[in-house]
């Protein structure tokens, strides 16, 4: 059972994420954010000395929940299609479960400088994400199972924006649900390519 500091924390965390999903952050306050949980301001100064600092720990821990969820898919042995589709699913569970989470990273992205505090995105943390599927093409060049004419950084960016490009389609207009079976057709796509098979 968790602690009730542990509670508060994980109220302001959430109240945050869908103010900031719904306003933006320069358009969200922080009586805003604590009008859903019924703290005070220091609960927010408390765990994380400013509104900056809680969006840094809102983003912080989007990419690190969706790292270990595709790390958790990724235990044993696998060819790089079966590895490809874990990371896919595991992104996709991501996508779903943290909808407005979703939203705000993708907005954070693409927002200007003075839209959004200085250092928001933590560059390792984003890299690592990418890295993952970096790590996989690699590996599956090096065991025969994709073309070693293509520049692995080029296939890894070219699977993680299939996959982004899935989550961005849903978010604004879904089309079916986000699940193993859409996983299983990105990656096929990708490993296969769109040529007619004889």
Do not use: W
């Amino acid at each position: 059972m968790q602690s009730k500091t542990l509670d508060a924390r994980d109220a302001v965390l959430a109240s945050a994420v869908n103010a900031f999903a719904r306003r933006g952050y320069a358009g969200t306050s922080v009586q805003d954010i604590l009008r859903a949980t019924r703290l005070s301001k220091p609960t927010i100064y408390y765990y994380f000395q400013s509104k900056a600092g809680l969006f840094r720990a809102i983003l912080a821990f989007a990419y690190d929940e969706s790292y270990r969820l595709m790390q958790e898919k990724l235990t044993g042995k696998m060819k790089c299609k079966q590895r490809l589709v874990e990371v896919a699913g595991a992104l996709f569970n991501f996508a779903t479960g943290h909808q407005n989470l979703t939203r705000l990273v993708f907005a954070t992205v693409f927002a200007a400088p003075e839209e959004i505090p200085p250092d928001s995105i933590d560059p390792a943390k984003r890299r690592r994400n990418f890295e993952c599927v970096l790590a996989i093409v690699r590996e599956g060049q090096q065991a025969g199972e994709l073309d070693v004419g293509y520049d692995p950084v080029e296939l890894a960016h070219g699977i993680f924006g299939a996959i982004s490009h899935q989550i961005r389609m849903h978010l604004i207009q879904p089309q079916g649900p986000l699940d193993r079976r859409r996983a299983e057709r990105v990656v096929a796509l990708f490993c296969n390519g769109a040529r007619k098979q004889k």
